[in-house]
Structure formats: C-alpha cells, structure tokens
C-alpha cells in the first residue's frame, strides 16, 4: 500500500493548521488503524516529507536520516506526526510500515500550487498571449535538490519489493541542487518569448518562514536498494514546461 495522501502544499497550511494537522496526522492513524485491524501482513509505504527536516544548519548537510527535525510550517508539522505515526505502528504492532522523506520531486503533472510549476504554468500562458509575460513568484533564495517524478516513483516500488523492513525510514531525492531562481531562469531560457518575460514578487506567494537549505543524503536508501536518479534535470524541467504548454493548447 502507498499511503500519499496528504494536504500536500506548506504555504496553504499556514492558512489551515488545523485542518492539515487533522487531514495528516489523524488521517494517517486512521488508516493504520484499519490497517492493522484487517489486514495486518500488508507492506505499507507512509510519504513524510523533507519539510520535516525544515530549517537546517549549513555544517548539518547534506540531510541524513537521523538531522533533528527542526519545521518551518505547520504542513512540515503535520509531516512529522506522519513518519513518527508510521513508525510506531512498525515497532508496537510488529508492522511493516516504512516511511520516506522524499525531497523535491517534478515533472510533468505537477500541481500548478508549487513554484517550479506554476512558473512552467505562467510561461506557457504567457507564449499562448493568455497573461502578460510577467511570472509572478515567492522566494527564490531557497535551495532545493530536484528529482524527476518518474524516478521518484521507480524508488517508491523499490521500497516495497527491495527486501521491505518494517519501521525503516528513508531520506530519497535527486542528486542536483540549486536555488529556485536558478530553476526559474532555467525554464525562461527554454521559452519561445524569453527575451519578453519579466519576474515580479507577489507578496502572496511568500511563506512567514521557509525550508532554505534542502539537500539530501540517500546513502541508506541507495545502499538498501541500489537505486538512483537517471533522468537528467534539464529533461525534467523541459518535459514540466511541454506539459503545461500542451495543457494550454488543449484549452
């Protein structure tokens, strides 16, 4: 079982707490509950999140398993809960539960609430003459390490079927970091009317706190599986841009 469901995005959890801390934490317990009530046996994946590691000293990276959670949001909160929830179902009721931290992970599909999206989004908006070529964007200082969704998936199915251990834990993420600005000139270099587009801060957009240093070690996760990423980061963010251009289109 993969157990991704979440309220899923750190800036509108600072607009509902609560309802986050409920859908996360208690969400999760319910369905552990269920699980080990009827069917006890079954390989269980919870989806934590590197926003639980939070705010992170530089001399602390990269990120292994054991850095102190220290979170910059109550979604980074509620992701805590998640992992220690899953990991005690593992080690009271002799589950085979495990839990991953996974780090930035893109492509195409990305919901349009997360910034490197929303700037694919607001790209090919503006190449289709839909908005104005001014990409509005939150903080662009914060580092993060990127990984393609695709390989992210190949990981989690690596998790169950690569000798599965109840109450492990996993740091899993990409191997290129770089800050978001670097990621929105990226995509601006790809576009059709690069020379055109503008980028404005929209105040909306900014979190009181946030996540600034993301960069993992996946030793444990590589070591325990052999996996790791394959698909460049220009090809992720190229394929991210051409599926929203293909989303405008069919509009």
Known sequence: MFHLAAQSYPLTSFDAPIDTYETNISGTS????????NCKESIVHVCASSEVFGRVPKDKLPINEECN???????????????????????????KVMTT???THTGPRR???????????????????????????GNLESMRTIADVRDAVRAYYLLVTKNPIGGEYYNIGGSYSCKIKDILDDL????????????KEDPNRLR????????PDTTKFTNHTGWKPEIPYKETILDLLNYWRNKVKKK
């Not at 997360?114 to 839909?130: D, P």
């Open 111 to 137: 919901g349009d609430v997360f910034a490197e999206s929303t700037f694919a989004k607001q790209i090919a908006l503006a190449e289709a003459n839909i908005i104005d070529p001014v990409i509005k964007v």
């Open 69 to 95: 959670f220290h979170p910059a949001s109550p979604y980074a909160i509620s992701k805590i809960g998640t992992d220690l929830v899953g990991r005690f179902y593992a080690e009271a009721y002799n589950m």
């Open 208 to 215: 009181p706190i946030d996540a600034d240093l993301q960069v």
């Open 30 to 37: 319910i369905l552990l509950e269920s699980i080990k009530n």
């Open 188 to 199: 601006i270099s790809l576009s059709t009317i690069k020379d055109q587009i503008k980028v």
């Open 101 to 103: 931290r996974m780090f």
